[in-house]
């Protein structure tokens, strides 16, 4: 930028607590993207088993929004044994809101997740439990979507405390993360750009794919312009995301050569925002115009 004296400014923004914390939302409230007309990431991931075999990674691309709650149950202890008729059970409540989430499960979209863990549901087999915990995230196209859904789950917990005698309070647990809006142009465009140097990536304009996780880069979406690219990386078959297999295989010299391939595309667009003020307006428009659609 300097020896072709470009005016501008491209920040490297490193995100502290991304898988859960919301690193992203704080950096937002801080005002981290202040001025800034364009954002651009992109994440290695082994290949997605859904993309054609010689696709070097999505272009193009969404992932799910996701929160994530607590639900606590609240009974009487009582004597297990003794005098069980004069207990509360909280697990009894805990349990039921589980099977009552499975059964939701049929009636849900083919895209959505709900996933629950129970971490606490009593200390004593000889002792009602007076207390029990449900965690439960949910996840959807959409954050709209995922209003709804999460309203459905809540009245599983609501519905399982009445049927049970217990109390109930729900607490959120996270920011929520938005789905990605892909922009058009800057997708297009590091579509365009790997194209002429030989690598393919998945940029279908009338049909983004789909990650069926979720990043908080969503929430950077909604506030500008954004570009998050999914690119894979040889892995051994089965390999997920975020484990050991996985870190091992992004640590290899082939890893590392194509992330920085990815990063020569992201520079070449972010470029272009920089110097064609037409591009810079295209990915405004396109912005804009996919707001309305939220
Ligand atoms: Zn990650």
């Not at 502290?16 to 001025?35: M, Q």
């Not at 940029?203 to 069926?212: F, N």
């Amino acid at each position: 930028m300097k020896q072709a004296k470009v005016s501008g400014k491209v920040r490297l923004l490193g995100t502290p607590a991304e898988e859960g914390g919301a690193g992203k939302v704080k950096l937002i409230d801080a005002g981290a993207l202040k001025s800034t007309i364009a954002s651009l990431m992109s994440h290695p991931t082994p290949h997605f088993p859904h993309i054609s075999a010689d696709s070097a990674g999505v272009a193009f691309g969404t992932t799910l929004a996701a929160a994530g709650f607590t639900a606590d149950f609240t009974g009487k202890s009582a004597h297990a044994a003794q005098m069980p008729w004069a207990g509360v059970n909280a697990l009894d409540a805990a349990s039921l809101a589980y099977q009552a989430v499975g059964l939701l499960r049929q009636h849900i979209k083919p895209t959505e997740r709900i996933n629950i863990i129970l971490p606490e549901g009593g200390t004593a087999q000889n002792i009602i439990p007076d207390k029990a915990r449900i965690r439960f995230s949910v996840r959807s196209e959409t954050l709209k979507e995922m209003d709804i859904l999460r309203t459905r789950v809540e009245n599983c917990m609501q519905g399982a405390a009445l049927a049970t005698g217990c109390g109930v309070e729900i607490a959120s647990e996270m920011v929520p993360y938005a789905e990605i809006r892909p922009n058009e142009t800057l997708c297009t465009e590091f579509a365009r750009y790997m194209s002429s140097k030989g690598m393919e990536y998945h940029c279908d304009l009338l049909k983004k794919d789909l990650a069926s996780f979720s990043t908080e880069m969503g929430n950077v979406s909604y506030e500008v312009p954004s570009f998050h690219g999914h690119y894979f990386i040889p892995t051994p078959p089965g390999t997920a995301m975020h484990t050991d297999a996985f870190r091992d295989a992004a640590k290899a010299e082939e890893a590392h050569s194509i992330t920085m391939s990815v990063s020569k595309g992201m520079a070449v667009t972010a470029l272009r925002v920089l110097i064609e003020d037409d591009f810079a307006t295209e990915a405004k428009n396109n912005f804009e115009k996919d707001k309305n659609l939220r």
